[in-house]
């Protein structure tokens, strides 16, 4: 017989794992830790008194989250009730992160659930944070659904919303991905106004310290306050333009970017509309920038410098 007194209890369990995952860190931006007196409350969800074993939140929502739940080891993960109690606070966690991983752990087993569905891929043993993440991260910028999503935005910025001015929808739709990435709320059922307005006081608030450098940000809202539409009761349309311009978002938010210009992406895409009178800026074909980039063996944390990018306005 197992004498269960030789079993790690929840408290020794949970220290070993704050230090495995990494948890006992300090780091910019990020609220991180274990233990059980600290509420959802006091880490910034508002009236909830439910308390995680661990926590990995960032101040940047659009990045996972990880929920952890631990148990002594006599404890047998398996049980449903344990899954459901870890499942409570990655709902609480959920309200402000999209991807949510939640780790159930007793020191011996580990389950791993990504939004609520078990992962039965990952290892068998705890790992640092870093790999929870990369659970969500791993995925390849999808350049060719950019393209086609950018399709659709112009499409629809020009024959539903009715903006002829081929640089404004681009300049309205770029905001409205820079918004995105601030955390405006564009959700559907709103009208346009409320989201024109959402989109507007964002960026006036998120690049209030980038203004100070560059002043032509502050021309940048200018512009996009004057933008006039024709018609801007279709609901349906509006609803396609937010839900188009999160799937962008989507897209781009990945720690396997690898170098990507998606930006370039974006307005090489528009500038195909352009009438060929027009003169504008001219990129780089991605082919040939990818190629540059793997032949040189640099990362996106590399500094390069370009002694004959062109004249600076």
């Known amino acids: 017989m197992i004498n269960k007194s030789s079993y790690r209890t929840e408290d020794q369990v949970r220290d070993s794992a704050k230090t495995i995952l990494g948890f006992d860190a300090v780091e910019a931006k990020i609220q991180q830790g274990t233990g059980q007196i600290t509420t959802f409350n006091q880490l910034g969800f508002k009236g909830i008194i439910d308390k995680p074993d661990g926590w990995y939140l960032p101040?940047?929502?659009?990045?996972?989250?990880?929920?952890?739940?631990?148990?002594?080891?006599?404890?047998?993960?398996?049980?449903?009730?344990?899954?459901d109690e870890l499942i409570k606070n990655c709902d609480i966690a959920a309200t402000k992160y999209k991807q949510v991983v939640g780790i159930l752990y007793n020191g011996i087993d580990i389950r791993v659930f990504k939004n609520n569905i078990e992962d039965n891929d990952v290892s068998a043993t705890l790992q640092n944070k870093a790999y929870y993440i990369a659970l969500f991260t791993q995925n390849a910028i999808d350049k060719q659904r950019i393209y086609n999503l950018t399709k659709k935005i112009n499409d629809c910025l020009h024959t539903e919303f009715g903006i002829k001015n081929l640089y404004h929808r681009m300049i309205f739709t770029a905001c409205a991905l820079v918004a995105k990435r601030y955390e405006a709320i564009l959700i559907k059922g709103m009208d346009f106004s409320l989201m024109k307005n959402s989109i507007l006081s964002t960026l006036s608030k998120s690049l209030e310290e980038s203004k100070k450098q560059n002043l032509k940000l502050d021309l940048l809202i200018d512009v996009y306050s004057e933008i006039k539409m024709n018609n801007a009761s279709n609901q349906e349309a509006i609803d396609n333009f937010i839900k188009w311009v999160s799937e962008i978002s989507d897209c781009v938010n990945s720690d396997y970017w690898n170098g990507e210009d998606v930006m370039g992406i974006f307005f090489n895409e528009f500038n195909r509309y352009k009438k060929k009178s027009e003169s504008g800026q001219v990129f780089t074909p991605d082919h040939i920038t990818s190629f540059m980039y793997r032949l040189i063996d640099i990362d996106q944390n590399d500094r390069i410098l370009d002694a004959a990018c062109g004249q600076c306005h």
């Open 59 to 83: 101040d940047d929502h659009n990045m996972p989250a990880i929920i952890l739940e631990t148990k002594s080891e006599s404890e047998d993960v398996f049980l449903q009730k344990w899954v």
